[in-house]
């Protein structure tokens, strides 16, 4: 069991930014989807760190534009937010036009986008599976394709995909975003067979539950109802649960996802990596 101390460590370091891994990604242009908030943003902090050109992307401007503050903030320096959703296919080749046309090359696309969703087969709606796979399937779909010539010019592209561990092992009343994680896991080992001729690598985190926007958001609506029931509370009762005794800080995610990206993960691809504390009955 981690003890408190090093579980205290952990989240000072990350917030302090000594989670630098010198990956040797200088340079390098990533556009990350779902990228001004949670592991999205995370992953932009940790390759914006090791020096790579970033472009988060998000459907919202404003919020967009904070998390760029924020992740120059923390050493960034070419860091660009762009307006999309990439449910629209239109709206994701404009976006990755002008990532072309910014920085002159795509070299990592990280599959950030959507939120999570769970429900039973009988209250399971048409609409539900409409959002929940137009963002994280048709999305994914969409930037692959737009981001793909590009990719190929790289030499040495990498897509990284997020997924759960549900998408491999799915509890009752989980769908769609069960459903719809096992699909991304899929196509993550289809990509990687089909782009390998192209030195471009695919890999997916399927990652379990994190300090991040959405679950601040679920508190939000218990701590309404209960006020005294506190956010610390709420992570204590979900880190209850996880074998490492914590809950996760998206920037371990992040890291994860910097460095799947890079060239020291130059031989690793069709591969899904849990992080999730332990979590996934499956590996």
Request: aromatic share 4%.
């Amino acid at each position: 069991m981690l003890r408190v101390s090093d579980a205290n460590s952990i989240e000072t370091g990350l917030k302090n930014g000594t989670h630098k891994m010198d990956l040797g990604l200088n340079g390098k242009v990533a556009i990350i989807t779902g990228g001004s908030d949670g592991i999205g943003k995370a992953a932009a902090i940790s390759l914006a760190s090791e020096g790579a050109k970033v472009a988060i992307v998000g459907r919202t401007q404003a919020k967009i534009d904070a998390a760029v503050v924020d992740i120059k903030a923390a050493g960034g320096s070419d860091v660009i937010g762009v307006a999309t959703d990439v449910s629209v296919e239109s709206e994701v080749q404009a976006m990755v036009a002008k990532v072309f046309d910014e920085f002159g090359g795509v070299d990592i696309l990280v599959n950030n986008a959507g939120t999570s969703s769970a429900t039973t087969l009988e209250k399971m709606t048409d609409g539900d599976l409409e959002v929940d796979f137009g963002i994280k399937i048709y999305g994914a779909i969409y930037c692959a394709r737009a981001a793909l010539p590009h990719l190929k010019a790289s030499g040495a592209g990498a897509i990284v995909n997020t997924t759960t561990p549900g998408g491999k092992a799915s509890g009752p009343g989980a769908q769609p975003t069960s459903l719809s994680r096992a699909a991304g896991i899929s196509l993550t080992k289809s990509w990687a067979g089909e782009l390998a001729q192209h030195n471009i690598r695919v890999n997916t985190i399927c990652v379990g539950v994190l300090k991040s926007g959405q679950h601040r958001t679920r508190w939000e609506g218990m701590n309404a109802k209960d006020p005294n029931y506190s956010l610390e509370d709420h992570w204590k009762t979900f880190g209850g649960r996880v074998p490492l005794g914590r809950i996760g800080e998206a920037q371990e995610a992040g890291d994860v996802i910097c460095f799947l990206a890079s060239g020291r993960a130059s031989y690793v691809t069709g591969t899904a990596i849990n992080v999730d504390g332990g979590t996934a009955p499956v590996v």
